[in-house]
C-alpha cells in the first residue's frame, strides 16, 4: 500500500502536511521504518472541528439508504484487504499476523453492523395521559463527536467507536495514537473514498498536548469518546465537564481468571495462555491475575508453564509466531521493571521476565509467569499491559471471587469451572461489566455491549445497539389532535 506519510492529516475532504513529523517504527525490526509521518497543529485541529460541525447537519439529513450504502462500503473494503492491511497493521504495532488480519477483518464487521443500524433507526409512539395529545419518542445525532482511540487496537477501537458515531449522524475527529498512524491513514483513505462527504469525517495524527487537549477543551465538540489510561481519562473528563460535553470512557483494567477445583485444566491452560500472552499481553482484557483453588494449584502451573515453553515469540510476520514485540522501548522498559518489582517483593519466577533477541533487533520479552503473589502487592493492583501474570492460591470459590473484586478495576473477569453452582454464583457476584465462562478474559463479541465498571470505565456502553445511548440524544414529541 502507498501511504503518503508525510500528508497524512485528512481535513474537510482534502489530505494535508502538518507541522512536524515523527518516525514510524517497526518494534519487530527498529532498523526498519514505515514513514515520517504527520502531526497537526492547533490551527489544524481547529480547523477540523469547523468542518465538522458545518458539515455535520446535512450528513444527518442524508436518505438513509445511501448512508448505509457508504457504511457499507467501508466493510466491504476492509474485510477484502484484511491481509494486506493486517500486515501493516502488525508490522507498526507488533502483534502476530493472524491476530492483525483477524483485527482488520472484525473492523469490516463493525461497519456491517452499524451500516444495518442506519436502516433500523426506529423511534417509540405512546399515548399522553391527557385526551387528544400524542407523544413520539425519537433520537437525534448528538452532533460533533471526537474520538481519542489507542495503540494496541489501531483500527478495531477507531472502527466501534467512528461506525456508530456516523450511523447514528455525527460528524466525527479522530485522532489516534502516534505509535500506530499507517493503520490510521489507512482506514481514512477508505473512508474517504467510500463516499463519506467532505467535513464529516476528520483524521488528526499529533500528540496529546495539542491534538488530544484542544479536541478535550473545544466548546464545538458534543462528544468525546475515549480509550486509554485511568489518568488521561480522568483529564478528559475534568475538560469535557465545563463544557457539558458527553463523555465515554474505556480505561483501566486489572482482570482475573479463577481456576476451580473441578476445571479441566487442558481448558485453564489454552484459556491463561489466550487471555494472558496474546497480543504481549497488551489488551485491557488480558488476565494478569490468575486465581487459583488449592487443590488443582500445582497441577495447574506445571501444565501452564510446560504449555508456555511452547509458545513461540518474534517477528510479527514470521509463520508459527505466536507472541510478537511489545510496542515500543519505553513499554518494554516498563515491564522489566515490573519483573524486578515482582522479585523485590517476593514473588517467584517461574518462567520467562527477560527481553529475548530472536533473530531480529526489536522490543521482544518472553512471556513471564510468577507464583507466590499477594493481592494486595502493586503487581496484582496496578494494569501492567505485559505479557506478564501472576497467580494467587485461594483456598475456596468464595474466596476467589473475593480476591477478583479487590481492586479498583472492572472490566472483565472469568472462571473456568464445570459447575452450574460455581457459574451461576460467579456470574452474580464478580464486580465486572463482562464476565467469562470456560473462555479467555480477552475476546469479545461486537453486536454486544463491551464495558467495565469501576475505574475501568465512565459514561455509556460501547458496541452493539446500545452504543447508540452515546451517540444519539433523546427527543420527546407531543402532539395534540384539534
Request: proline content about 4%; aromatic content about 8%; overall charge negative.
Amino acid at each position: 500500500m502507498d501511504l503518503n506519510a508525510e500528508k497524512s492529516l485528512y481535513i474537510d475532504g482534502k489530505w494535508q502536511e502538518g507541522m512536524t513529523t515523527v518516525a514510524n517504527i517497526n518494534p519487530s525490526n527498529i532498523s526498519e521504518s514505515l514513514g515520517n509521518f504527520a502531526q497537526a497543529s492547533g490551527a489544524q485541529v481547529r480547523d477540523a472541528i469547523a468542518s465538522a460541525k458545518r458539515a455535520q447537519p446535512s450528513w444527518e439529513k442524508m436518505p438513509m439508504e445511501q448512508k448505509q450504502r457508504i457504511l457499507y462500503t467501508i466493510g466491504d473494503e476492509l474485510i477484502a484487504r484484511c491481509d494486506e492491511l493486517g500486515r501493516l497493521l502488525s508490522s507498526e504495532e507488533g502483534k502476530p499476523f493472524a491476530e492483525g488480519r483477524g483485527e482488520v477483518y472484525r473492523s469490516g464487521q463493525f461497519f456491517h453492523y452499524y451500516a444495518a443500524e442506519v436502516l433500523r433507526q426506529m423511534g417509540d409512539i405512546a399515548d399522553s395521559v391527557r385526551p387528544n395529545v400524542t407523544v413520539e419518542v425519537t433520537r437525534e445525532a448528538v452532533g460533533v463527536v471526537a474520538i481519542i482511540s489507542p495503540w494496541n487496537f489501531p483500527t478495531a477501537t477507531a472502527s466501534w467507536k467512528i461506525a456508530p458515531a456516523l450511523a447514528f449522524g455525527n460528524s466525527v475527529i479522530w485522532k489516534p495514537a502516534n505509535l500506530t498512524p499507517a493503520s490510521a491513514v489507512a482506514l481514512a483513505d477508505i473512508i474517504h473514498r467510500a463516499g463519506v462527504p467532505a467535513g464529516v469525517f476528520n483524521l488528526l495524527l499529533g500528540s496529546g498536548a495539542e491534538v488530544g487537549n484542544t479536541l478535550i477543551n473545544s466548546p464545538d465538540i458534543d462528544a468525546v469518546s475515549f480509550t486509554g489510561s485511568v489518568e488521561v481519562g480522568r483529564q478528559v473528563a475534568a475538560a469535557t465537564a465545563p463544557n457539558f460535553v458527553r463523555c465515554q470512557l474505556e480505561m483501566g483494567s486489572k482482570n482475573a481468571l479463577v481456576i476451580s477445583d473441578d476445571a479441566d485444566l487442558s481448558i485453564a491452560v489454552e484459556a491463561t495462555i489466550a487471555g494472558s500472552f496474546s497480543g504481549a499481553g497488551q489488551k485491557c482484557t488480558a488476565s494478569s491475575r490468575l486465581i487459583v483453588l488449592d487443590s488443582v494449584h500445582d497441577a495447574y502451573v506445571d501444565a501452564l508453564t510446560k504449555r508456555m515453553a511452547e509458545l513461540k515469540v518474534g517477528h510479527a510476520l514470521e509463520d508459527g509466531v505466536f507472541m510478537g514485540p511489545v510496542v515500543d522501548e519505553r513499554q518494554l522498559e516498563s515491564n522489566l521493571k515490573w519483573v524486578e518489582r515482582a522479585k523485590d517483593l517476593g514473588a517467584e519466577l517461574v518462567t520467562g521476565g527477560e527481553r529475548l533477541s530472536p533473530g531480529h533487533e526489536g522490543y521482544y520479552m518472553g512471556p513471564t509467569l510468577f507464583i507466590n503473589t499477594q493481592n494486595s502487592w502493586d503487581i496484582n493492583q496496578e494494569e501492567l499491559f505485559a505479557p506478564m501474570a501472576c497467580v494467587q492460591r485461594v483456598g475456596s470459590i468464595e474466596e476467589a471471587i473475593e480476591t477478583v473484586n479487590e481492586t479498583r478495576f472492572g472490566l472483565t473477569a472469568g472462571i473456568v469451572t464445570s459447575s452450574l453452582r460455581n457459574s451461576a454464583l460467579f456470574k452474580q457476584q464478580a464486580q465486572t461489566g463482562c464476565v467469562m465462562v470456560n473462555l479467555p478474559t480477552a475476546g469479545t463479541d461486537y453486536h454486544v455491549p463491551f464495558g467495565g465498571r469501576k475505574s475501568s470505565s465512565f459514561g455509556p456502553r460501547e458496541q452493539g445497539l446500545y452504543a447508540r445511548d452515546f451517540y444519539t440524544v433523546v427527543k420527546t414529541a407531543y402532539q395534540r389532535a384539534y
